[in-house]
């Protein structure tokens, strides 16, 4: 039984988990039909660039190289890069001329050429200068994309790109440089993002939901879960729009974006560890409150370096990377341990216990599709681009994805478990309430019922019912004797008063009878019929069975106001009458 | 989670949706000017000028039907907004094929194919760039209107008598509809202006997807759940609409199919809420329901198959959708109203219910109000535009809202109900006096260790004097004698096994894989432990207990153990009675 319900849970998050994936994929891959134009009119310029490289002083002349989409030019700071190429004709865009280009963290300087065969820069037309006041005061220059206008006049005519670096390891290609009117390269490059746009909304907006939410609704119990939770989710979708240039759609300022960027890739750790440890299973270790404390340790000092110009954020990448490196691995160990391995050791509730763990299983997996993105990085595979879909940080990405169908997936095992335990619950309190050996109600459910009738001050009629002579046959013959004893008087009992709202075992050999209302002309009706078929009982077999009841009504002791407890003990003391009487029949009995 | 809560989602939706339109018109970042091209319009119909107004006066000025074939030409000059780096046309076009002419000469031309092919055109939005020396310049919008139902045109190629309904081509709704600026200016403002309905479709349509595809493996693995797969595919439904109700899509893809989306989400979503409202509440009556539903659907792909086969379009007769839209909320009421008749309502249910139930409302009140302003029975201001979006984003977004909360409801009551089912499985399985596990644990044991393949010892035990004490003393008193046995048992035994209480004074101990010397030792220790409480008692009351044990080894099966151990324990019993009384 266990072991199949982990099983079952395990291939269902598995499943899930694949199917995710293979969604994610699609969506990546197969662009609908419906809303994707293939017909976007402009001209690729990614091969027709050539550059020349810097010279031999031996020689009296420069060597001409040409660019290729793949040639990666990597500058250091104040390096300076300069690639030509020719404005080519096209006709749609003969009015209305413009160049689309990614400028990576540099100044840039395009100049237009009126003479054709001059590769000189001396006579050059500088039309559009961008960055270049940040790489003069040698501010931190964002990245970020140009559509650039071009003279209407210009087509055929030679153009020079410069690219200043304001920083180290800068990579400048050429493989997105496009040209036609900008309604065509601006729509296909937001088609390009789509994707990341979408993608990068959903986890912003959801994340923003959840931590709004229990506040909204006043729910005590969700909000810090909910909000690391929430964080995490809303620092995702910014960092992966902010990687993907699509910020700039909500807020039109690339120094601001590209701040945002590494601040929220800062906190990716930070709120992992926090979410972890506001979830139960992994609440206890120290380590994960360390990794908390220094987690907001670095991402203060790493924000007092920005802000006060000392070491721009982002060229604080390579220690942002290594640090997160590190206590990934950690996390991730900690995580397999505790939520993996130990899962065997799961209680009784074994649904509700899975739901908590998916999340942090999530979040492993999203911490170990980081490390590939990392890994990616460094091998210079930044981008996943196929047909009209571009996306930089796919991994990073799908694991957003991931952690969300895990929120979701651990949603519903926490259905799954609800309905069980409303079945269970069903079933235990029957068990609490029931009486083992006899089927009646047990002395809880007694004390409950005579709680209410207490607290909505209900007409009753107690009876209180004692078995004589158990002990005898407890001492004579053997437990399970006594227990045939019991259970047979229970069941004629049940039978007298089929009706009664309450028919229980108090203890032992003691019975109780709750009727409602105050006919006691019912209530003695009922006593003789039990007395008669008790009688017909004895007749024919043994042991036979003896008992002394009495009862009382709610009106009696009604002096001082309606107290059930005390009816019942009314009827105790009258049981107690008729029993003594019994014993001195019997004795007067044996005597004689 | 009750009615207040469903209050204050409501005003969260509609704070959120206004707090996020707020903050885009903070952040905006418009670097060049911008203008709506209101003033001057000179408006021809197939080439005869027939009018000279300005953008207010279009309406009344080409309030007339037209044919098939027809053209409306609209011309304007274009405003001088100085040096624009970039310079852009906005222009939310309805119903038509369009051609541009700049000073007379062809610039650009729209859907003029699908025009030809006499197929749909819906309403889209361009963003149209413009030579860089636009300023002075002369624009004609030529307009070729569309979805006029040409199946009447006879062989000579007259003109069908049927005309175009006059609310399609021409209401231009507000002058935003003509605008003039710099591209990336006019791309921001729309994204800005929109920013709601992006953000509320995409989130419902992933989390639709994400959605769906567990409900289905747990519909499929665990248990049905009709109702979340429905809640998801509505979800998927209403991100469509999201972003193809103002042509959201043209800005990363190609929108001209926005126009048959949004009304396919429509037409759709409508039998899957009917579908939903049903399985909400349960009726009695399944059949009536589930045939109204058929019917639905059946009319919604009718529906789609006359648009595509171009004889009746998806957004002609609109108003036939209010019919299916009365019945989902009369099945809402309904069953609200049931269920809180008969006491069944629960805190979630509300909460579904008043999802379905006040998103719809929102719904119909933000297209109300946008045809009044359509009308002009509203002012048709940037003002009344803002809250027409942001009315539609609340009816999207509180049906979001209100099922995720729903969700996370649950999650966490079922964390708390995690305590709670503890608390029942004590009760159920532990003697309330000695806290000790009581008759129907103690079978459970048995039966665990009856199936493993351990030999197992039984221990009867029963308290001597019990009666006595409870007949002196009172019950009470009683109890307190067997709850001090019963922590002696405990202390004794809990290394070794598992004590239980099986009776009144009945106690039983299950020790697995045991000797009888240890055996020996434990009743040492019990005994010592009796004297000591004994010795200790406050009322000097004397602990006494008779025990008898059995291996499983010795008999055939579990139930002979036991009685074998209880007769033994009688027979002790027996034995200290008489020397007892010696």
């Given at each position: 039984?266990?072991?199949?319900?982990?099983?079952q849970?395990?291939?269902?998050?598995?499943?899930v988990?694949?199917?995710?994936?293979?969604?994610?994929?699609?969506?990546?891959?197969?662009?609908?039909?419906?809303?994707?134009?293939?017909?976007?009119?402009?001209?690729?310029?990614s091969?027709?660039?050539?550059?020349?490289?810097?010279?031999?002083?031996s020689?009296?002349?420069?060597?001409?190289?040409?660019?290729?989409?793949?040639?990666?030019?990597?500058?250091?700071?104040?390096?300076?890069?300069?690639?030509?190429?020719?404005?080519?004709?096209?006709?749609?865009?003969?009015?209305?001329?413009?160049?689309?280009?990614?400028?990576?963290?540099?100044?840039?300087?395009?100049?237009?050429?009126?003479?054709?065969?001059?590769?000189?820069?001396?006579?050059?037309?500088?039309?559009?200068?961008?960055?270049?006041?940040?790489?003069?005061?040698?501010?931190?220059?964002?990245?970020?994309?140009?559509?650039?206008?071009?003279?209407?006049?210009?087509?055929?005519?030679?153009?020079?790109?410069?690219?200043?670096?304001?920083?180290?390891?800068?990579?400048?290609?050429?493989?997105?440089?496009?040209?036609?009117?900008?309604?065509?390269?601006?729509?296909?490059?937001?088609?390009?993002?789509?994707?990341?746009?979408?993608?990068?909304?959903?986890?912003?907006?959801?994340?923003?939901?959840?931590?709004?939410?229990?506040?909204?609704?006043?729910?005590?119990?969700?909000?810090?879960?909910?909000?690391?939770?929430?964080?995490?989710?809303?620092?995702?979708?910014?960092?992966?729009s902010?990687?993907?240039?699509?910020?700039?759609?909500?807020?039109?300022?690339?120094?601001?974006?590209?701040?945002?960027?590494?601040?929220?890739?800062?906190?990716?750790?930070?709120?992992?560890?926090?979410?972890?440890?506001?979830?139960?299973?992994?609440?206890?270790?120290?380590?994960?409150?360390?990794?908390?404390?220094?987690d907001?340790?670095?991402?203060i000092?790493?924000?007092?370096?920005?802000?006060?110009?000392?070491?721009?954020?982002?060229?604080?990448?390579?220690?942002?990377?290594?640090?997160?490196?590190?206590?990934?691995l950690?996390?991730?160990?900690?995580?397999?341990?505790?939520?993996?391995?130990?899962?065997?050791?799961?209680?009784?509730?074994?649904?509700?216990?899975?739901?908590?763990?998916?999340?942090?299983?999530?979040?492993?997996?999203?911490?170990?599709?980081?490390?590939?993105?990392?890994?990616?990085?460094?091998?210079?595979?930044?981008?996943?681009?196929?047909?009209?879909?571009?996306?930089?940080?796919?991994?990073?990405?799908?694991?957003?994805?991931?952690?969300?169908?895990?929120?979701?997936?651990?949603?519903?095992?926490?259905?799954?478990?609800?309905?069980?335990?409303?079945?269970?619950?069903?079933?235990?309190?029957?068990?609490?309430?029931?009486?083992?050996?006899?089927?009646?109600?047990?002395?809880?459910?007694c004390?409950?019922?005579?709680?209410?009738?207490?607290?909505?001050?209900?007409?009753?009629?107690?009876?209180?019912?004692?078995?004589?002579?158990?002990?005898?046959?407890?001492?004579?013959?053997?437990?399970?004797?006594?227990?045939?004893?019991?259970?047979?008087?229970?069941d004629?009992?049940?039978?007298?008063?089929?009706?009664?709202?309450?028919v229980?075992?108090?203890?032992?050999?003691?019975?109780?009878?709750?009727?409602?209302?105050?006919?006691?002309?019912?209530?003695?009706?009922?006593?003789?019929?039990?007395?008669?078929?008790?009688?017909?009982?004895?007749?024919?077999?043994?042991?036979?069975?003896?008992?002394?009841?009495?009862?009382?009504?709610?009106?009696?002791?009604?002096?001082?106001?309606?107290?059930?407890?005390?009816?019942?003990?009314?009827?105790?003391?009258?049981?107690?009458?008729?029993?003594?009487?019994?014993?001195?029949?019997?004795?007067?009995?044996?005597?004689? | 989670?009750?009615?207040?809560?469903i209050?204050?989602?409501?005003?969260?939706?509609?704070?959120?949706?206004?707090?996020?339109?707020?903050?885009?018109?903070?952040?905006?970042?418009?670097?060049?000017?911008?203008?709506?091209?209101?003033?001057?319009?000179?408006?021809?119909?197939?080439?005869?000028?027939?009018?000279?107004?300005?953008?207010?006066?279009?309406?009344?000025?080409?309030?007339?039907?037209?044919?098939?074939?027809?053209?409306?030409?609209?011309?304007?000059?274009?405003?001088?907004?100085?040096?624009?780096?970039?310079p852009?046309?906005?222009?939310?076009?309805?119903?038509?094929?369009?051609?541009?002419?700049?000073?007379?000469?062809?610039?650009?031309?729209?859907?003029?194919?699908?025009?030809?092919?006499?197929?749909?055109?819906?309403?889209?939005?361009?963003?149209?760039?413009?030579?860089?020396?636009?300023?002075?310049?002369?624009?004609?919008?030529?307009?070729?209107?569309?979805?006029?139902?040409?199946?009447?045109?006879?062989?000579?190629?007259?003109?069908?008598?049927?005309?175009?309904?006059k609310?399609?081509?021409?209401?231009?709704?507000?002058?935003?509809?003509?605008?003039?600026?710099?591209?990336?200016?006019?791309?921001?403002?729309?994204?800005?202006?929109?920013?709601?309905?992006?953000?509320?479709?995409?989130?419902?349509?992933?989390?639709?997807?994400?959605?769906?595809?567990?409900?289905?493996?747990?519909?499929?693995l665990?248990?049905?759940?009709?109702?979340?797969?429905?809640?998801?595919?509505?979800?998927?439904?209403?991100?469509?609409?999201?972003?193809?109700?103002?042509?959201?899509?043209?800005?990363?893809?190609?929108?001209?199919?926005?126009?048959?989306?949004?009304?396919?989400?429509?037409?759709?979503?409508?039998?899957?809420?009917?579908?939903?409202?049903?399985?909400?509440?349960?009726?009695?009556?399944?059949?009536?329901?589930?045939?109204?539903?058929?019917?639905?659907?059946l009319?919604?792909?009718?529906?789609?198959?006359?648009?595509?086969?171009?004889?009746?379009?998806?957004?002609?007769?609109?108003?036939l959708?209010?019919?299916?839209?009365?019945?989902?909320?009369g099945?809402?009421?309904?069953?609200?109203?049931?269920?809180?008749?008969?006491?069944?309502?629960?805190?979630?249910?509300?909460?579904?219910?008043?999802?379905?139930?006040?998103s719809?409302?929102?719904?119909?009140?933000?297209?109300?109000?946008?045809?009044?302003?359509?009308?002009?029975?509203?002012?048709?201001?940037?003002?009344?535009?803002?809250?027409?979006?942001?009315?539609?984003?609340?009816?999207?977004?509180?049906?979001?809202?209100?099922?995720?909360?729903?969700?996370?409801?649950?999650?966490?009551?079922?964390?708390?109900?995690?305590?709670?089912?503890?608390?029942?499985?004590?009760?159920?399985?532990?003697?309330?006096?000695?806290?000790?596990?009581?008759?129907?644990?103690?079978?459970?044991?048995?039966?665990?260790?009856?199936?493993?393949?351990?030999?197992?010892?039984i221990?009867?035990?029963?308290?001597?004097?019990?009666?006595?004490?409870?007949?002196?003393?009172?019950?009470?008193?009683g109890?307190?004698?067997?709850?001090?046995?019963?922590?002696?048992?405990?202390?004794?035994?809990?290394?070794?096994?598992?004590?239980?209480?099986i009776?009144?004074?009945?106690?039983?101990?299950?020790?697995?894989?045991?000797?009888?010397?240890?055996?020996?030792?434990?009743?040492?220790?019990?005994?010592?432990?009796?004297?000591?409480?004994?010795?200790?008692?406050?009322d000097?009351?004397?602990?006494?207990?008779?025990?008898?044990?059995?291996?499983?080894?010795?008999?055939?099966?579990?139930?002979?153990?036991?009685?074998?151990a209880?007769?033994?324990?009688?027979?002790?019993?027996?034995?200290?009675?008489?020397?007892?009384?010696?």
């Open positions: 039984m266990k072991g199949n319900n982990i099983k849970a395990v291939f269902i998050v598995a499943t988990l694949i199917s995710l994936g293979l969604v994610f994929l699609a969506g990546l891959l197969i662009t609908s039909p419906i809303d994707t134009r293939n017909d976007y009119q402009y001209v690729n310029m091969e027709s660039w050539y550059t020349f490289d810097s010279f031999d002083p020689i009296s002349m420069r060597i001409f190289h040409n660019v290729t989409s793949d040639d990666y030019m990597n500058l250091d700071k104040n390096g300076t890069y300069t690639i030509y190429s020719t404005i080519p004709e096209y006709e749609p865009a003969k009015e209305a001329p413009c160049l689309f280009l990614k400028g990576q963290s540099c100044g840039i300087q395009i100049y237009i050429d009126s003479d054709d065969s001059n590769y000189n820069n001396s006579e050059n037309e500088l039309i559009y200068e961008a960055n270049m006041d940040l790489y003069k005061k040698d501010a931190m220059i964002p990245r970020s994309i140009h559509f650039i206008a071009l003279p209407p006049d210009s087509q055929g005519k030679q153009i020079a790109i410069v690219f200043h670096s304001g920083k180290d390891n800068t990579g400048i290609v050429t493989k997105d440089i496009r040209y036609g009117r900008i309604d065509e390269l601006a729509r296909l490059y937001a088609q390009s993002k789509r994707y990341v746009i979408i993608l990068g909304e959903f986890m912003l907006a959801f994340g923003v939901i959840l931590i709004l939410l229990p506040i909204v609704m006043q729910r005590k119990q969700d909000i810090v879960r909910n909000l690391f939770q929430g964080l995490l989710l809303l620092d995702l979708g910014i960092y992966v902010c990687f993907n240039d699509i910020f700039v759609y909500i807020f039109p300022n690339d120094t601001f974006s590209i701040t945002t960027e590494f601040l929220t890739l800062l906190a990716i750790p930070l709120l992992i560890h926090a979410t972890m440890i506001s979830g139960e299973s992994q609440n206890r270790f120290i380590f994960n409150k360390i990794f908390l404390g220094l907001i340790l670095i991402l000092v790493i924000s007092i370096l920005h802000f006060t110009n000392v070491l721009p954020i982002n060229e604080a990448g390579t220690i942002i990377h290594l640090y997160i490196g590190l206590c990934g950690y996390t991730v160990f900690r995580i397999i341990y505790v939520d993996v391995i130990k899962l065997k050791q799961i209680g009784s509730d074994r649904y509700g216990n899975i739901a908590d763990r998916v999340i942090n299983i999530g979040l492993s997996i999203m911490i170990v599709l980081f490390y590939i993105e990392l890994i990616l990085w460094k091998a210079g595979l930044t981008s996943f681009s196929y047909k009209t879909t571009d996306i930089r940080g796919v991994c990073l990405m799908f694991g957003g994805v991931i952690f969300i169908g895990c929120i979701i997936l651990s949603y519903f095992f926490h259905t799954v478990a609800t309905m069980r335990k409303d079945d269970i619950s069903e079933k235990l309190q029957g068990l609490a309430y029931t009486d083992e050996l006899t089927g009646l109600s047990n002395r809880a459910f004390d409950r019922i005579l709680e209410e009738y207490q607290l909505e001050q209900k007409d009753a009629i107690v009876i209180s019912l004692d078995l004589d002579g158990l002990k005898v046959i407890n001492d004579t013959c053997s437990h399970q004797a006594g227990d045939q004893y019991i259970c047979g008087f229970s004629i009992l049940k039978d007298a008063f089929a009706n009664a709202p309450l229980g075992r108090m203890g032992g050999d003691e019975f109780i009878v709750l009727l409602s209302g105050l006919d006691i002309l019912r209530c003695e009706g009922a006593l003789s019929n039990l007395a008669r078929t008790i009688d017909q009982h004895n007749a024919d077999h043994t042991p036979c069975y003896a008992y002394s009841y009495g009862y009382a009504t709610t009106k009696e002791n009604s002096g001082s106001g309606y107290q059930i407890h005390q009816t019942y003990m009314l009827a105790d003391q009258r049981m107690y009458r008729m029993k003594e009487e019994h014993h001195k029949q019997m004795h007067d009995r044996e005597v004689e | 989670m009750g009615k207040r809560h209050l204050l989602l409501l005003i969260f939706t509609v704070l959120l949706t206004f707090f996020t339109d707020l903050s885009m018109q903070k952040i905006a970042d418009i670097k060049y000017p911008m203008e709506n091209l209101s003033d001057h319009w000179e408006v021809f119909y197939n080439d005869d000028k027939i009018g000279d107004t300005d953008f207010f006066g279009l309406k009344e000025a080409l309030d007339f039907p037209v044919y098939a074939q027809d053209t409306i030409t609209l011309r304007t000059i274009l405003p001088d907004l100085g040096e624009l780096t970039l852009a046309l906005f222009y939310r076009n309805r119903y038509c094929a369009f051609e541009l002419y700049i000073d007379g000469a062809l610039y650009q031309s729209y859907e003029m194919e699908t025009y030809n092919n006499h197929t749909f055109i819906g309403r889209n939005n361009y963003l149209i760039s413009l030579p860089q020396d636009y300023a002075g310049r002369t624009i004609d919008l030529k307009l070729y209107p569309a979805n006029i139902h040409t199946n009447r045109i006879s062989d000579q190629g007259q003109r069908g008598q049927k005309s175009l309904h609310a399609n081509y021409y209401v231009f709704h507000h002058p935003s509809r003509f605008t003039l600026g710099n591209y990336q200016d006019l791309e921001q403002s729309f994204v800005h202006k929109y920013y709601n309905e992006l953000v509320c479709g995409s989130t419902l349509k992933f989390l639709g997807i994400v959605f769906l595809l567990i409900s289905i493996f747990f519909s499929i665990v248990k049905p759940m009709p109702d979340h797969i429905l809640t998801s595919i509505l979800f998927i439904l209403l991100g469509i609409a999201a972003h193809s109700y103002y042509g959201i899509t043209f800005i990363f893809g190609d929108g001209t199919h926005d126009t048959f989306m949004v009304n396919l989400a429509i037409y759709l979503s409508l039998p899957v809420a009917l579908a939903l409202a049903r399985l909400l509440h349960k009726p009695k009556h399944v059949t009536a329901y589930i045939v109204a539903e058929i019917v639905a659907l009319y919604s792909v009718i529906r789609i198959l006359l648009h595509m086969t171009n004889v009746l379009y998806l957004n002609e007769l609109f108003f959708t209010f019919i299916p839209i009365a019945m989902i909320m099945s809402i009421i309904n069953g609200y109203v049931t269920e809180v008749k008969t006491k069944k309502i629960t805190d979630y249910k509300r909460m579904q219910y008043a999802g379905i139930f006040f719809l409302i929102l719904l119909i009140i933000a297209y109300a109000f946008t045809e009044l302003r359509f009308q002009q029975i509203f002012p048709n201001t940037p003002l009344t535009e803002r809250i027409s979006i942001e009315l539609l984003a609340d009816g999207i977004l509180f049906f979001e809202v209100a099922n995720i909360i729903t969700y996370l409801a649950i999650i966490s009551d079922s964390l708390n109900q995690n305590s709670e089912y503890d608390i029942l499985t004590r009760v159920a399985f532990e003697d309330s006096l000695t806290k000790l596990p009581n008759r129907a644990l103690i079978r459970k044991k048995l039966s665990e260790l009856e199936s493993g393949s351990n030999n197992y010892c221990i009867s035990l029963d308290v001597n004097g019990l009666k006595r004490i409870n007949d002196t003393y009172g019950h009470d008193s109890d307190r004698l067997l709850s001090n046995f019963g922590k002696i048992l405990d202390e004794v035994f809990h290394r070794d096994g598992i004590s239980g209480r009776g009144g004074d009945e106690f039983i101990v299950l020790i697995k894989s045991t000797t009888v010397q240890r055996i020996h030792e434990l009743f040492q220790t019990l005994d010592q432990k009796l004297q000591e409480f004994s010795d200790h008692d406050e000097e009351w004397e602990y006494h207990a008779s025990y008898g044990y059995a291996f499983r080894t010795e008999c055939m099966d579990d139930h002979s153990t036991y009685l074998l209880d007769q033994r324990m009688y027979e002790r019993k027996k034995e200290m009675k008489a020397r007892g009384r010696k």
